[in-house]
């Protein structure tokens, strides 16, 4: 949902299609804190306004390094829900990228202004979107994706086995996303996601009974019934990208090396069920029979398989919950759809 870190392409506020957008060519002051956190010299820096964003203003950075051209893309906003929204941001940039290396760029900074205390930056890899650069991996998307959904998570800091959360918060769209640990998967989706999302949506559009009385059946009734740990076979945190609907993939070339690959951006990631991911995936579509071909023979379906397209359902649940949350309007009706039917079959 958040807006691309792409360097050609940009989106809305909401999951449209991509466009072009102008770039921008006037050159501007780098803030020493991002030359100090990248260990740039300032007289061979330079800055420019590039894509755009309804979240942040976004820039191309340019340097010379050990003689050779190097090129960063920037983030910059104001507040503290700036601040907020790049930690997640970086943490989940290099949470993917730890696990997938050339499936996302780099995160190599986030922090304050030093001119501007209250502004805030986060620096990544240069993505170039749409280059037809030679020498990639070859590796297709569905492969490097299930590379990250079966990678195990790392053992959070304090616990002594792999936990359903992330270290720091996240932010799907603007809503910050509580992910403090949780031992329960069915625990930490209807009380970190479900019951979150429902009290950031109401506080946004107001009291909503009929919907706030549906949510709560079906994280009291139906998240226990399908995804309880008693009942689905296999479920083990990894680490799922969040928001990843077809405008947050393409092809391109990471910070300037090696040839076109698969990749994803602007994460809002968790560690969590795989199929969690999937939920976001078949809300907007544009992932193709091949791909869910070949993704489901390297990732199979969790038992049991006969309920994978309810399970699915309920995690784009939340994801029409927070397009309510965020925007009201049409949104509630496909929440009301999903649980609806989810209700009605293991409600009772």
Request: hydrophobic content about 35%.
């Amino acid at each position: 949902m958040k807006t691309l870190t792409s360097l050609k392409q940009v989106s809305s506020k909401i999951h449209t299609p991509l466009c072009i957008r102008h770039l921008a060519t006037m050159t501007s002051r780098v803030d020493p804190a991002i030359l100090e956190a990248l260990g740039l010299e300032p007289n061979a820096t330079k800055i420019a306004s590039h894509g755009g964003s309804g979240f942040a203003s976004t820039f191309k950075l340019s340097s010379t390094v050990d003689g050779k051209e190097k090129n960063y893309f920037v983030k910059t906003g104001t507040g503290a829900d700036s601040e907020l929204m790049f930690k997640g941001e970086h943490a989940s940039l290099n949470a993917i990228h730890s696990v997938v290396p050339n499936l996302c760029p780099k995160s190599h900074a986030n922090g304050a202004f030093q001119d501007n205390p209250n502004r805030f930056f986060l620096v990544t890899d240069f993505l170039e979107l749409g280059s037809s650069h030679p020498g990639g991996s070859g590796q297709s998307f569905a492969q490097k994706l299930a590379k990250l959904h079966t990678t195990p998570a790392p053992i959070p800091e304090g616990f002594d086995k792999p936990m359903f959360g992330f270290p720091v918060t996240t932010c799907c769209g603007s809503s910050p996303q509580d992910n403090s640990w949780k031992s329960s998967w069915a625990d930490f989706y209807a009380n970190n996601r479900l019951r979150t999302i429902l009290r950031q949506g109401v506080k946004s559009n107001g009291s909503d009974p009929e919907l706030s009385s549906a949510v709560e059946k079906t994280a009291s009734v139906v998240v226990p019934r399908l995804i309880g740990d008693d009942h689905i076979k296999g479920v083990y945190p990894v680490v799922v990208h969040g928001d990843l609907w077809s405008g947050n993939h393409g092809r391109g070339r990471i910070a300037g090396q090696g040839g076109v690959e698969e990749v994803v951006f602007d994460p809002s990631s968790v560690y969590g069920h795989s199929e969690y991911e999937l939920g976001i995936m078949r809300m907007f579509g544009g992932f193709g029979g091949s791909f869910w071909k070949e993704y489901e023979k390297l990732v199979p379906k969790a038992e049991p398989k006969e309920e994978w397209e309810d399970r699915v359902a309920l995690y784009e649940l939340y994801h029409h919950l927070n397009h309510w949350a965020l925007f009201g309007g049409g949104y509630r009706s496909g929440a009301m759809s999903i649980m609806r039917k989810l209700n009605a079959k293991y409600g009772r």
